[in-house]
């Protein structure tokens, strides 16, 4: 396979139903990224000599490092104190061009507020997956 790179951004990142209720907050974020954490249970081993393994159970989160706009009557921050721990729907396009589109359903905490005098508020912050996201095309 020949190399491949592809940047972050230009592109989307929307919390709440398309067309509804959304906020789109691309402007304001600085980075953003979906991982996954696994936890495995130790293998058992029983008298027959076999291994039973270990359960498996993934997770996934999204984080996010923005500059806060908090001034917006209709921005993420002050959404996401009035829906504290709500599930919302969830899109992040990293790049538009690359056409792919990770979507599914997050459960919304209070983004803190606050910084260094003199400074842009900026903020890092992390929300769970509830279930596991899907990666897919963006343009159906």
């Known amino acids: 396979m020949a190399v491949s790179r592809t940047k972050t951004g230009p ?17 304001q974020v600085l980075s953003c990224v979906v991982e996954y954490d696994k936890d495995k249970e130790d293998d058992r081993k029983v008298l027959s000599g076999e291994t ?7 997770s996934a989160t999204v984080s996010i490092t ?23 729907p969830f899109r992040f396009v990293p790049n538009t061009a690359a056409d792919q589109a990770i979507e599914g359903t997050i459960e919304i905490e209070p983004i803190a507020i606050g910084g260094d005098v003199d400074d842009d508020m900026e903020t890092e912050f992390e929300w769970d997956f509830v279930g596991e996201p899907t990666l897919d095309e963006a343009t159906p």
């Not at 039973?52 to 993934?58: D, I």
């Not at 923005?66 to 919302?88: C, H, P, T, Y």
């Open 11 to 27: 592109g989307t990142i929307i919390v709440g139903e398309i067309g509804v209720d959304d906020i789109d907050f691309s402007a």
């Open 52 to 58: 039973v393994a270990g359960a498996v159970r993934r």
């Open 66 to 88: 923005m500059l806060n706009d908090i001034a917006v009557a209709a921005g993420i921050v002050r959404f996401s104190w009035a829906n504290k721990g709500s599930e919302q």
